[in-house]
């Protein structure tokens, strides 16, 4: 008696066993799809980021900026007046 | 029967044999082929790119970034479409001609040939519209110059090396090239028919380290004033070309360095290689009067002379050996002090200096100058002539190098200097890159000065350059107010054993304000034709920048 529950406990066992490692292997091989696609989600945002970092780098650029300003009609200071600070004449109460 | 048993023994035993031969074959003579070829099903490796560092500006912002760009590809037996009509198409898209694209289309036997390289995002998003079979894209890593041309020569520029690998030439991208490039990872790991990462088989990586960042010391507002200065003062004089360098001469930075002509470090590939070279640290010039500044400096540092003190060998021509030393313009003032000389810019005055001196010492106070050596700036390509031996120097060699003749300097190494006078007599090293940053930590460059002349000698020489720029030949080009130490220099231009009689090399190096510097700038034109004078050609445009500067680094005149 003793021995066929030895026996069904052992089969129930490597059952369970196989089943957990189907599962294991079924799962393990999601995650690696899951990180192909976790992977090329980065390349994405990687080139994303990349394509906004060149377009904030080209709308910077000080060559850029300053076509803008003229366009805008910004000049240069010409004909600068420097004065000297006066001493104040009479500065008590 | 027996005979039959043993008919069918040795049938099987020969069977036996064969099979046991064919198994060795397979496993043991073929075994590490077939063994190789089955992980190159299941195992995929990878090498990770590293992307290049970027160069910026001392603010931080871009001078040179990586950029994503395209390699267009074509896989010939793919094509679905005629070659001609998928050239057409593409030709104006790459800005290529009909016929060249052809060529490699057409090419059989091949099955992947490059179409184009650096091929934008933009460019590839049209191409991809266009919808053709047999074309393809790989990307690869591109440089990226948000200020076009600004500094091509100090940046230097990205090439490809024999095997196709990217390569900094010149300037910072050349000198820095090792820093800048990073190393390449590698990632190999087992992976299922679709390529798909088994997580459970064997797996290996060594990251990909990008390249360091270089933070440098250019200004770009001052870089962009300097090149558009550069550019309309060559054409104002009719210069060949010319130079123009602003450092701290407090601590060697490099704030705008620029010369012409110059190229575009995006199409490089559509200049000579002489165009390359950065004449700032490559091209070395007899200085002409602007050397008289270390020589009588030194002077005053030997105590040889002092600013008042009387030449009286300057009435007229001086004789030595079988020259005859002149004035530039045939005036001689009897009695003229040492603030004169410099004044005037006397060639006989300061012949009188080098004699005062003496070959040696002044030898001495050359190398300590830094003359005939490399200043040690961050930028490929520096090259220094040194100077004659010392004991070897004759009267003649002692009086012209009195007055610039005889000896060559690159501008960096005459800046570096002069440098020197404006700092108090500390002479620093100049350089460009302040600070290189990595992905979590950075390292600042710290800057680097020796003593050369006393504080006292460096005052008196200032003093000297401050008359020479208020009341010498420039003076009409000087803005009132403005303490500004300067000197002019004319120099001849050696050629063939004599000096070219039609053409000259001017300059003008000065710092402002005199007493406590915010930058030392160096102008030099090759041969101006409107005027063979530096008063005339390089002075005027010194001041032309230097105007700009006194608004950008808030310096006001002193009354």
């Given at each position: ?32 799809a899951e990180l192909t696609s976790l992977e090329k989600a980065q390349n994405d945002l990687l080139a994303k980021n990349q394509e906004l970092t060149d377009k904030v780098t080209n709308e910077s ?33 | ?45 990878r090498v990770m790119e590293a992307p290049r560092g970027n ?7 871009p001078?040179a970034v990586r950029h994503d760009a395209w390699l267009l590809f ?19 898209i790459l ?19 490059p179409?184009a390289h650096k091929v934008s995002t933009e460019i590839k998003g049209n191409i991809e519209a266009l919808g053709?079979?047999?074309l393809g894209f790989e990307k690869e890593e591109d440089r990226y110059y948000p ?11 990205v ?7 990217n ?15 990073g190393?390449k990872g590698?990632r ?7 390529g798909i990462p ?9 990251s990909a380290l990008r390249g360091?960042d ?52 995006k ?172 992905e ?120």
């Amino acid at each position: 008696m003793l021995k066929k529950y030895k026996e069904l406990i052992i089969t129930s066992l490597l059952i369970v066993l196989v089943i957990a490692n189907v599962i294991f292997t079924v799962s393990v091989s999601a995650n690696g799809a899951e990180l192909t696609s976790l992977e090329k989600a980065q390349n994405d945002l990687l080139a994303k980021n990349q394509e906004l970092t060149d377009k904030v780098t080209n709308e910077s650029s000080l060559s850029i900026i300053s076509q803008k300003a003229d366009s805008l009609g910004f000049s240069k200071p010409e004909n600068i007046v420097y004065t000297t600070a006066l001493e104040p004449v009479a500065n008590l109460p | 029967m027996a005979r039959r048993i043993s008919f069918v023994s040795v049938f099987f035993g020969i069977l036996f044999l064969l099979l046991s031969y064919k198994l060795f074959f397979w496993q043991v003579i073929k075994g590490k082929d077939l063994a190789g070829s089955a992980k190159n099903q299941y195992q995929v490796g990878r090498v990770m790119e590293a992307p290049r560092g970027n160069i910026l500006a001392a603010d931080g912002s871009p001078l040179a970034v990586r950029h994503d760009a395209w390699l267009l590809f074509v896989e010939p037996p793919n094509l679905k479409e005629k070659p001609e009509k998928i050239a057409e198409k593409l030709a104006p898209i790459l800005e290529k001609e009909v016929s060249d694209i052809l060529l490699n289309l057409n090419k059989k036997g091949s099955v992947w040939l490059p179409l184009a390289h650096k091929v934008s995002t933009e460019i590839k998003g049209n191409i991809e519209a266009l919808g053709y079979s047999g074309l393809g894209f790989e990307k690869e890593e591109d440089r990226y110059y948000p200020e076009a041309s600004v500094a091509a020569q100090l940046l230097g520029f990205v090439g490809k090396n024999e095997e196709g690998a990217n390569v900094g030439y010149f300037g910072l991208e050349g000198y820095y090239d090792l820093t800048l490039s990073g190393k390449k990872g590698y990632r190999e790991g087992d992976s299922d028919a679709k390529g798909i990462p088994i997580l459970l088989g064997n797996f290996s990586e060594s990251s990909a380290l990008r390249g360091v960042d270089l933070v440098t010391t250019l200004d770009k507002t001052v870089q962009i004033t300097i090149e558009r200065k550069l550019n309309e003062g060559i054409k104002r004089y009719e210069a060949q070309g010319g130079s123009v360098i602003v450092m701290d001469p407090k601590s060697g930075r490099i704030l705008a360095m620029t010369s012409y002509p110059s190229f575009d470090p995006k199409k490089y590939y559509e200049y000579g290689d002489s165009y390359f070279k950065n004449p700032v640290i490559s091209d070395t010039f007899e200085p002409g009067s602007i050397f008289k500044v270390l020589v009588m400096a030194s002077a005053l540092d030997a105590k040889v002379v002092k600013p008042d003190t009387v030449c009286d060998i300057c009435s007229g021509p001086l004789k030595v050996d079988k020259y005859e030393i002149e004035t530039w313009d045939s005036k001689y003032y009897p009695d003229s002090t040492m603030t004169d000389v410099i004044l005037h810019s006397d060639n006989v005055g300061m012949a009188y200096v080098g004699q005062k001196l003496g070959a040696d010492t002044l030898y001495d106070y050359l190398e300590k100058f830094g003359i005939g050596q490399e200043t040690g700036i961050d930028l490929q390509g520096e090259v220094a002539l040194p100077l004659r031996k010392k004991g070897t120097w004759n009267i003649v060699d002692l009086a012209t190098a009195s007055f610039g003749q005889g000896v060559s300097v690159t501008s960096v190494e005459m800046i570096r200097s002069v440098a020197a006078v404006a700092n108090s007599g500390m002479m620093p090293t100049p350089y460009v890159v302040s600070a290189m940053k990595g992905e979590d930590w950075q390292e600042e460059t710290k800057p680097k000065l020796e003593r050369v002349i006393s504080k006292s000698a460096a005052e008196e020489m200032t003093a000297m350059m401050v008359g020479a720029a208020k009341n010498g030949e420039s003076k009409w080009t000087s803005p009132r107010g403005f303490s500004v130490a300067g000197k002019t220099g004319t120099a001849q231009i050696p050629i063939a054993g004599h000096y070219d009689p039609k053409s000259t090399n001017t300059s003008f190096i000065g710092f402002s304000p005199a007493n406590n510097p915010k930058f030392i700038m160096l102008v030099t034109l090759n041969k101006p034709q409107s005027s063979q004078w530096a008063s005339e050609t390089a002075a005027p445009l010194w001041y032309s920048i230097a105007r700009d500067l006194f608004l950008y680094f808030g310096i006001q005149p002193e009354n």
